[in-house]
């Protein structure tokens, strides 16, 4: 199947940015997302990227995307402690399967 | 926006017995249907995908008769574990999207966690 590596743990305190990666093997995706789960839940889609973009923002959060290195990437600024969870990145393969990363668990200090 | 439903949240069963899980699009339609399943501290697994009006697709290296999929409608999927044993105990999720090819992101329900006793 495809793969798709993430840091399994990140600590950052609460009003700093946070950089949450993912590296991927699989290029044909036109699409990149990202979702957070938060404890005994589901997971929440919080953005996504088209294949041929480099940059997205959406108010505190940025994605970047680097295809030639198949690296995405998460910034979340001002980081706040309801920010903690656990991120997933994901894309598509087989035409509508979507293949999650391991996850990142963001940790947030106040 | 787009609305998945999933219930119970939580169950605890014995050993031996079936439980169903629903999953429900609350505000779409959904022709496909995606049943996860997620162990403690580890990503979501791919169970199998629930076609309306057709049979289930499953993954390798899920059992079929075990892991019952029904989609009875366009906003209605179900995941019957039958004859249930501790470990099954797990956190099950549901997805559908809106449309298909990876355009549309998939929409998620909370999730069911599954205590076998």
């Known amino acids: 199947g495809e793969d798709v590596e993430q840091s399994l743990f990140l600590s950052v305190r609460e009003g700093d940015s946070s950089v949450i990666n993912c590296t991927y093997t699989?290029?044909?995706?036109?699409?990149l997302y990202w979702y957070k789960q938060e404890p005994g839940a589901g997971l929440q889609l919080l953005t996504y990227?088209?294949?041929?973009?480099d940059m997205k923002q959406d108010q505190r959060l940025t994605v970047l995307l680097n295809k030639k290195d198949k690296h995405l990437s998460l910034r979340i600024a001002d980081t706040q402690t309801g920010d903690s969870a656990i991120y997933f990145c994901?894309?598509?393969?087989?035409?509508?399967?979507?293949?999650f990363g391991s996850g990142t668990k963001l940790n947030v200090k106040p | 926006g787009a609305v998945v439903s999933q219930h119970p949240s939580r169950v605890i069963c014995k050993s031996g017995t079936s439980v169903k899980i629903e999953c429900r699009s609350l505000?779409?339609?959904?022709?496909?249907m995606f049943w996860y399943r997620q162990f403690p501290k580890q990503s979501l697994m791919l169970m199998a995908t629930?076609?309306?009006?057709?049979?289930?697709?499953?993954e390798q290296g899920v059992e079929k008769d075990k892991f019952l999929i029904n989609h009875a409608s366009l906003t209605l999927s179900t995941l019957t574990v039958t004859s249930a044993h501790p470990e099954d105990s797990s956190f099950y999720i549901c997805?559908?999207?809106?449309?298909?090819?990876?355009?549309?992101?998939?929409?998620f329900g909370n999730g069911t966690r599954l205590t076998v006793t």
């Open positions: 505000d779409f339609q959904a022709t496909t």
């Open positions: 994901a894309g598509v393969y087989n035409f509508n399967k979507f293949y």
């Open positions: 629930s076609n309306e009006g057709s049979k289930a697709t499953y």
């Open positions: 990227i088209f294949s041929n973009m």
């Open positions: 699989d290029s044909s995706s036109t699409y």
């Open positions: 997805s559908a999207s809106k449309g298909t090819g990876g355009r549309s992101p998939l929409h």
